[in-house]
């Protein structure tokens, strides 16, 4: 499997590394204007060529499917300029749109678009959270509340410093929240109706200003979904908890217990004065006498050391590639995309308006 890279920012450096643990897979080209990024992913990947455009790199024979991972306000053109000149696999990083505005595009070239579209929701593969997910039903029934939580540290540097800006990310509830609201509809099986959120801009970036304007993208908040089944979903970010023994908590309680999801941060992240991280964890609290148990969910440390994700990135790859071997259909669909960003755009909206917003 030949892999052409466009953008090769911190997740194309992931990709990369990644793509390397597969075997018989490999990088052929990769697409970034900036020279820095094209320095370190050449690093990971020698004899891999810079090609100066998508349009040159789609067009090589030597490369079989394309990872995008170029700022969020880019994803949707990109995914076009593929589809125009040879529409090939692709895997898509979230999100796949940031404007309503854009989403007939989207739709359009999702009824015309003949090869798989893989969209990188890469929260769905982390090791702790694949087990919650397999062991739902069975520990909850079928959940009726969800909560996710992340304590995280600010959002990081990036090249010209686009995600900075709503206008660019689609927003802190697009750009960081779409990975919960994918896990949300994933964890209840139904569809949401009504989206109520608090959220703003409490402490980051308020003394940074990039061509006289001052970064607009919230640092924390609340969101309440509720979905048609009548289950309830509850989400709490803060993005100024820099040394949060777990990034990630879930918690799915229905009528047949409890079962909670423990998830550490990117080791690269944790504060060594802390001490050792954690190991990520889920226990299950049934409401018959059997108790509690709790589940230590260790990671291959070759894969935590490839990325951020807890290995996730590298299990994505092999059932991307498992998909195009196979012509099977992509577990994370370009509608499952869509219906994350939809709702990361409607907490967005309650939030500013301070409204409940109807799906």
Known sequence: MRYGILGCGMMGQEHIRNIHLIA????????????????????????????????????????????????????LAQLEEVAAIRPMPVLLEKPVYTKASELPRLMRLRDNFPSLIWVALEYRYMPPITKFLEMLGAETGEPTMLTIREHRFPFLKKVGDWNRFNGNTGGTMVEKCCHFFDLMRLAIGAEPVRVMASAGQAMNHLDEIYGGAVPDIWDHGYVLVEFANGARAALELCMFAEGSRYQEELSAVGPGGKLEALVPGPGRFWPAHLGPAPVARVIASPRHPRGPRSLEIPVDP???????????????????????????????????????????LAAQEAARDRRVVSL
């Open 24 to 75: 018989g897979s490999r990088v052929t080209a990769i697409v970034d204007p900036d020279a820095a990024m094209r320095a370190r992913a050449l690093a990971l990947s020698p004899g891999t060529v810079v090609v100066d455009t998508l349009a040159r790199m789609v067009a090589r024979d030597d490369v079989d499917a394309i990872v995008i991972a170029t700022p969020n306000h880019q994803h």
């Open 302 to 344: 070759q894969l935590l050391k490839a990325g951020d994700h807890n290995g996730a990135t590298y299990y994505e790859h092999v059932l991307f590639q498992r998909a195009i071997r196979t012509g099977g259909a992509p577990a994370v669909s370009l509608d499952d995309g869509v219906a994350a960003v939809r709702m990361g």
